[in-house]
């Protein structure tokens, strides 16, 4: 199986973990040998109420035995769809009451750079540095790191970069910005929070100028970081949220919300301004909805703030110069790429799955299930620390 993995898979690196695994369960994975895992990422903040929740498996069985696609997303009345929908702009707040469902992070991105451009008549954006969108043209126009972008250049004009949690920078939010659109909490960077009243601040700058507020919620979203959803702490209504990864409880799907009245911009002048076969498959937005209700109904959202400080108080090494980040969104700090990659060698071996960040690879990514316990994760830490230990 490993050969006709680097044979007939395109690969991302010259390095995958290139693991052979077999099932997973909660918040746990085995290969292929039968060896179990710890996963510490949730396949990069997806799984967040573990990997294979019954509910949301009953869900896509159920679902399977009635329809899967039937038509482009938006003409026939699918009630997966409806049902998501409805549920999540209750969920989500802030007036935020029209979803377009799409197929991932990258295409919600892409939708909500067309609904800015198409509301505001306007076509330049402020991005930030280091920060990540996804891969597709337009969101990695705006990614933050320019040896990304470099390779794949011409991209999108009128695109500005400036500095995360810098107020001095908002002088280049104008009456040409269409839209300034921002993570809730910076992931590739290394897991970075708003410092406290940024995104405040932020917003009232975009109603100086007349800008839209895009809120990246991709990766925070769905109870990562202590609340359903990150900005619900900061006390600020986006006008549009682009959503994904936890959004499917292991399903693909994305979507990116806004008031109506904003949405509405893109039924006209062209009609099907924005379309997409699959987005919204009746499958996953089942998936989606399940993940919602378990997250929820048990109120996962409140296990990261606890989980974080066990977390803390377990990761203390000479080496370990700061643990980063809100809930189970954490970042821990060391000095050297070649240390990490040393790091997380140790941790698979010993049975914990951890990660590196893009724009930070000089920390280890700690993204675990919001089901993980407090024994799991004392076992992992314990594994972390030995692992920097041999390092020494």
């Known amino acids: 199986m ?11 690196t010259d390095f995958p973990l290139a693991l052979e695994m077999e099932r997973a369960e909660g918040v746990h ?17 997806v799984s967040n109420i573990g990997h294979r929740h019954p509910k949301v498996v009953d869900a896509i069985k159920g679902q399977v035995d009635k329809y899967m696609h039937l038509l482009v997303y938006g003409e026939f009345i699918q009630s997966p769809q409806v049902l998501l929908a409805n549920e999540l702009s209750q969920a989500l707040g802030s007036n935020l009451d029209n979803l377009f469902l799409v197929n991932s992070g990258s295409e919600a991105i892409e939708g909500a750079m067309k609904l800015a451009k198409r509301y505001t008549g306007r076509r330049e954006f402020i991005a930030f540095d280091k920060a990540y969108h996804g891969s597709t043209q337009g969101a990695l126009s705006i990614i933050g790191d320019e040896e990304f972008r470099r390779g794949y250049r011409p991209l999108l004009p ?4 400036i500095q995360f949690n810098d107020t001095a920078e908002f002088q280049h939010i104008t009456e040409n910005t269409a839209a300034v659109i921002v993570e809730t909490v910076q992931g590739e960077a290394g897991y970075i929070p708003p410092h406290a009243g940024y995104l405040k601040a932020l917003r009232e700058k975009c109603d100086e100028v ?50 109506k009245e904003i949405m509405d911009s893109l039924k006209e002048n062209p009609i099907l301004g924005h379309i997409t076969t699959f987005g919204g498959h009746p499958v996953s937005a089942a998936a989606a909805l399940a993940s919602l209700q378990v997250i929820q109904e048990e109120e996962l959202w409140k296990r990261p703030l606890e989980g974080e400080k066990l977390f803390r108080e377990l990761l203390v090494h000479p080496l370990i110069t700061e643990v980063r980040g809100r809930g189970f969104m954490l970042a821990v700090q060391l000095d050297t790429f070649e240390r990490v990659q040393k790091v997380i060698e140790y941790c698979l071996e010993h049975g914990v799955i951890t990660d590196w960040f893009l724009f930070n690879d000089t920390s280890l990514r700690l993204s675990p299930p919001l089901i993980i316990t407090d024994d799991e994760i004392r076992r992992a830490c314990e594994v972390i620390v030995e692992g920097i230990d041999r390092t020494v």
Do not use: C
């Open 210 to 259: 007349g800008a839209l507020l895009i809120l990246d919620e991709i990766q925070a979203g769905f109870g990562r970081t202590g609340s359903l959803f990150a900005f619900h702490t900061e006390d600020i209504h986006p006008d549009i949220v682009t959503l994904a990864k936890g959004m499917g409880g292991g399903m693909p799907i994305g979507a990116f919300a806004s008031r």
């Open 29 to 45: 994975i085995w290969d292929t040998n039968g060896k179990a895992y710890i996963d510490l990422i949730s396949g990069i903040s």
């Open 158 to 161: 009128g695109i500005r970069h």
């Open 2 to 12: 490993k050969q006709l993995f680097f044979a007939n898979l395109a690969q991302t």
